[in-house]
């Protein structure tokens, strides 16, 4: 099995994108990916995903859809992850520019990954008052509990949201669990990370983030350290987030990070198969641990 990058964002879009899915499929199949994962903020993608395997598919990589529960699509809206299920969705994702965490963190500056939009975002954060997860949330967690093949990512929430969502996550018995940005944006602990880990979630590490080749790397190479050191491999993911307008392209971005951390940190080929192909690979379920 070649790498697999659960984090593409390939157009169409509401933001113009480096390139589009098809565009992605071809150079991913002239690198050897086995699969890749598009994401999109505002609309679902398992459209765009069917029709390239439809039309494209040489057996080579397989090209899997997402939904993010943003209000674009009526945010916490258990009838749009139903409909996504019966078209195969593999990654729903919490709220991402949605989110009330996320507004706050870019209230001044740009989230280039944002759409040009004529009407403002309501900010969604799924806890209660007394922090407890809303009643709508319990909902779509018991539903995706009898959906083992369904990825649950935890998007761009606060730190104490996706404690209390992967606490209620694993209980209910979701295995599949991919938590994004987790220092990044959503801004958790060491502390918190592990225990993440700890409880069965993965953890990415995006390289849109982190590698400086990316013109929007703002992560702390310390804790990227730190978390490769106290965080076993098979508990993280490397991705790309790659596909903004001017910035590298996916699939290169991808192999440069691998590269990066590698010469950076000292990473073993081994560490690198198991964080961008066994790992990814079972959360999409193309392999066993």
Known sequence: MGLIDLHVHAGPSVMPRELDGVDMYKEAVA???SAYVIKDHYFPTMMSAEN????????????YGGLALNNSVGGLNLKAVDAACGMGVKLVTMPTVS??????????KTFVGG???SV?????CYLDEKGALLPEVEA???????????????????PAETDALLSAATAKGIQRILVNHPFCLVNASMEQMVRWAGMGAMLELNA????PVSSFADGDLNIVGEMLENIPADRLVIDSDYGQNGNIEPVEGLIHF???LREKFHVSEEQIHQMGVVTPGWLLGLNER
Do not use: W
């Open 140 to 158: 779509l967690l018991d539903y995706l509990a009898q959906r083992p093949e369904v990825v649950l990512a935890t998007g761009h929430g606060s």
């Open 31 to 33: 690198a050897g990916y």
């Open 208 to 211: 849109c983030d982190i590698d």
């Open 115 to 117: 759409g040009k939009e």
């Open 52 to 63: 390239i395997s439809r039309h494209m598919d040489d057996g080579k990589c397989k090209v």
């Open 258 to 260: 691998a590269g990066f």
């Open 120 to 124: 403002p975002e309501t900010p969604i």
């Open 99 to 108: 989110s009330a965490h996320h507004i706050q963190a870019y209230a001044n």
